[in-house]
């Protein structure tokens, strides 16, 4: 996220501290004419529909019509649905959020799984999951495998809570 800043913490061009890159051959960025982005980082094969502030969106990511994201780092593969909202989430590799989702929302609140790393007011979710359309998710959460709207009582995960399913671990 420090790549972002206006005056990056890293030197890039440091000579003695060279850093090389691995290109896989993927198509380039698509990024609609009503979308904004700023102050990002977008990968390669990206679908950018929605507004895109202060974050990093990984490779083959597609970000839906409609959807803003803020603060946050999606990982390569994720697929985000239409009139999404995320404030400052980091949402692993080939993840599913549907439609009209709220990320981030509310007061923030212990996580009561483990409050040293579920915190900062951050939506953690991690590789392979799902998150089902309209919900709405709380600050210190964790979220970990295939979730249905049953999972979300009153459609809401409240901040500091926690969920995963049979079989998968955090």
């Not at 980091?90 to 790393?117: H, M, Q, R, W, Y």
């Not at 210190?140 to 009153?154: H, R, W």
Request: glycine share 12%; aromatic share 6%.
């Amino acid at each position: 996220m420090e790549l972002i800043d206006l005056i990056p913490e890293f030197n890039l061009y440091e000579e003695y501290w060279k850093i090389y890159t691995k290109s896989d051959i993927i198509e380039p960025q698509y990024v609609s004419a009503d979308s904004v982005i700023e102050k990002s980082i977008i990968g390669e094969g990206a679908e950018i529909y929605g507004e895109v502030h202060s974050s990093v969106i990984g490779p083959g990511v597609t970000i839906g019509k409609g959807t803003v994201v803020r603060d946050s780092i999606i990982m390569k593969g994720t697929q985000i649905g239409a009139g999404t909202r995320i404030d400052k989430a980091i949402i692993a590799e080939n993840c599913s959020v549907g439609d009209n989702v709220t990320l981030g929302v509310g007061e923030e609140a212990p996580n009561k799984l483990n409050a040293s790393i579920y915190s900062f007011g951050l939506v953690t979710i991690g590789e392979d999951s799902t998150v089902p359309d309209a919900v709405s998710v709380g600050k210190n959460t964790a979220i970990s495998g295939v979730t249905k709207k049953e999972d979300y009582p009153n459609g809401i995960l409240e901040s500091g809570e926690v969920i995963i399913k049979a079989g998968d671990s955090i």
